[in-house]
Structure formats: C-alpha cells, structure tokens
C-alpha cells in the first residue's frame, strides 16, 4: 500500500522569505503523480501544483516549485517570496493506479508579517 | 466553471438519525470523488465514480454509507444510523476525462457534519 508521510505538522516563514515543506512517500509503482495542495482555513482545497513521476524535471508555478527525488521517494514544495495569504495547511498527495489520492496529515504554514 | 458544490455546508444531527450530501461536480467532469477530513488530518478516500459507475470504495465505507450518482451529474452520500465518529468534513472532487495521466481532481468546499 502507498503512503505518504509529512513530517512538519507546523512550519513558520516570514513575509518575503522562503521555505521548504517536506513530503517523503512510499510506493511500490513505477508510474505515479504527485501533488501539493493548499487548504486556506474554511476555505476550500486548490491545487498548488503536480508532479509526473517519469518526469525528471521538477514543476514550477511562479513561486512554487518542487524537488522531487524520486530514488530517495522525497517530494518537497518550495515557496518563494512568501506571502500572507500562503497562509494556510498544505497536504502532499499521491496519485496511482487506484485512481484515488492518498495524502498526507498536511503541515500548517504560518506567515509572519 | 462554477467550481464543485456541495449541500449542505454544514449538518449537525442527532446519533442515530440519517444525513444525506450531495456534491454537483465541475460540468463534463466524469469522474467524482467522495473523501472524508477528520480533524488535523488529510482527507481519506471514501469511493469514486466514473460516470454513473462506481468503481472502488474504501474498507472506510461500511454498509452504513452508501453512495450514488445515477445519471452521470450530481453524486449523493448517504449515512444510516449516524455515530459520533462520522463527525467529519465530507470533501467531494471532479476531474475530467480530457486529462493525459492522472487527471487533477478539483474539490468542493465540503460538508460539515457533527453528529450530537
């Protein structure tokens, strides 16, 4: 069965900084996606961004990207220039054959002015 | 696109009774998902459909729950006989088909249910 672990149940950046979420998973799969999605308190979930395992090249989206390894099974989100509204949890998620996500127990990211 | 909707936002119910949800997914979307949120968790998969079509549910869905989506469109989920560890953010989500891959699941802003 595949997992997916995060590590850092809170993590804190100031405005303007940057900092690194942490994801390591477990599967047994050749072909698998990745994703980091963000759940702003009472609000709903939205993607951040995904990964194509066959994909050597990490994703980017403007201020987030990834380092994906996929030998050592470790997936982290990036997030550049931190913004309040980064604020909020995000939940590192697998997608494979089932057809279904498997994610994480999420990080809360706090974002001091 | 509208987005994925669910009612009602929020339920509370009394131990015993039974509740029903009903998640409208992104327009053309065929497939949809049912997860549930417990506190300071990530959601767990429930069971999802591709068109009217159910293709896996988890061992989390006991005979208590059923789910349907009869013509392809909205889905609903159905508790019997709630518990008080049914209290969850029931979490519905839509992809569409035209995806290469694993196709993004877009989700819904949730149902609420607290069972007293």
């Known amino acids: 069965a595949q997992t997916v672990t995060q590590s850092q149940p809170e993590m804190s950046v100031q405005e303007a900084e940057t900092v690194t979420l942490s994801c390591t998973y477990d599967?047994?799969?050749?072909?698998?996606?990745l994703f980091w999605y963000k759940q702003p308190p009472s609000r709903q979930m939205i993607l951040v961004i995904r990964?194509?395992?066959?994909?050597?090249q990490n994703a980017t989206e403007n201020r987030f990207s990834v380092n994906f390894q996929k030998a050592a099974k470790s997936f982290s989100l990036k997030i550049s220039d931190s913004q309040l509204g980064d604020a909020a949890m995000y939940f590192c998620?697998?997608?494979?054959?089932?057809?279904?996500?498997?994610f994480g127990k999420g990080t809360k990211l706090s974002v001091k002015p | 696109d509208t987005g994925v909707s669910q009612n009602p936002r929020h339920k509370i119910t009394k131990r015993g009774q039974n509740v029903t949800f009903r998640c409208d997914p992104i327009?053309?979307?065929?497939?949809l998902y049912w997860y549930r949120q417990t506190l300071g968790q990530g959601p767990e998969f429930l069971t999802y459909?591709?068109?009217?079509?159910?293709?896996?549910k988890s061992r989390l869905l006991s005979d208590r729950f059923s789910a349907e989506r009869p013509k392809g469109s909205f889905s609903t989920l159905e508790i019997q006989r709630t518990e008080q560890g049914d209290s969850a953010m029931y979490l519905c989500?839509?992809?569409?088909?035209?995806?290469?891959?694993?196709?993004?699941?877009?989700f819904g802003p949730g149902t609420r249910l607290t069972v007293l």
């Open positions: 599967t047994s799969e050749s072909d698998y996606y």
């Open positions: 459909f591709q068109n009217e079509a159910q293709l896996e």
């Open positions: 998620a697998y997608g494979g054959s089932q057809g279904n996500l498997i």
């Open positions: 989500a839509s992809s569409s088909p035209g995806t290469s891959g694993f196709p993004t699941q877009y």
């Open positions: 327009s053309e979307h065929n497939r």
């Open positions: 990964q194509e395992a066959y994909k050597q």
